[in-house]
């Protein structure tokens, strides 16, 4: 799946979770995504995302544009570019825009992939300088921050992630919790 991101200038990084002792998880305020070439596993059409962190630290979709249009398989920086009389036409090769199809888009999908790399900490060192540093995709307690900005059950989307069963998500999780790398939780509380 090509996917191409793009965060708007002037849209700085959101804190997404703050520890205790100041360290601070980023992630982008506003990412705009485009999926030019149809996925079988995650939509049938291009599609354009807009995508925002809300007040709750969540990340909601602000815009959603499917395309079917007989232009819709052009590639290249899309994101900005306003839709065209052409793109309305028919694609022959796309099949029509439906409500069952739209409810079959992957959207957790796309934005797990689109945010991946994008997530970063910002703490003070030992000399009381302020670093900021780009999170392991693969580290347990950030694929569970990020799947809680993004609505998911984070026990689940950790065991996807790292490809484990989630009785051993779930010790990983408690681990990191243990480590002070998530924040403490009370049994079914999100």
């Known amino acids: 799946m090509d996917i191409e991101t793009?965060?708007?200038?002037?849209?700085?990084?959101?804190?997404?979770?703050?520890?205790?002792d100041g360290k601070q998880l980023l992630g982008p305020q506003v990412i705009e995504i485009g999926l030019f070439e149809p996925d079988a596993d995650v939509s049938p059409w291009?599609?354009?995302?807009?995508v925002a962190l809300n007040e709750d630290r969540r990340y909601v979709i602000t815009k959603l544009e499917v395309r079917?249009?007989?232009?819709?398989?052009?590639?290249?920086?899309?994101?900005?570019?306003p839709l065209r009389v052409t793109n309305l036409m028919p694609s022959t090769?796309?099949?029509?825009?439906?409500?069952?199809?739209?409810?079959?888009?992957s959207l957790p999908t796309i934005l797990r992939r689109a945010l991946?790399?994008?997530?970063?900490?910002?703490?003070?060192d030992a000399d009381g300088?302020?670093?900021?540093?780009?999170?392991?995709?693969?580290?347990p307690d950030l694929i569970y921050m990020?799947?809680?900005?993004?609505?998911e059950?984070?026990?689940?989307?950790v065991a996807k992630e790292l490809g484990i069963s989630p009785g051993a998500a779930a010790q990983r999780i408690a681990r990191a919790r243990k480590q002070g790398l998530l924040p403490p939780t009370t049994r079914g509380a999100r």
Do not use: Y
């Open 146 to 151: 990020r799947a809680q900005a993004m609505g």
């Open 93 to 105: 090769d796309l099949p029509p825009i439906t409500t069952r199809g739209i409810m079959q888009i």
């Open 153 to 157: 059950d984070p026990t689940k989307a």
């Open 6 to 20: 793009h965060i708007p200038s002037g849209c700085e990084s959101a804190v997404i979770w703050e520890w205790p």
């Open 68 to 81: 079917a249009g007989a232009t819709a398989h052009r590639g290249g920086s899309n994101l900005t570019q």
């Open 116 to 124: 991946k790399g994008k997530f970063s900490t910002r703490f003070r």
């Open 46 to 50: 291009p599609l354009r995302l807009g």
């Open 129 to 139: 300088d302020l670093v900021e540093r780009v999170v392991p995709d693969d580290a």
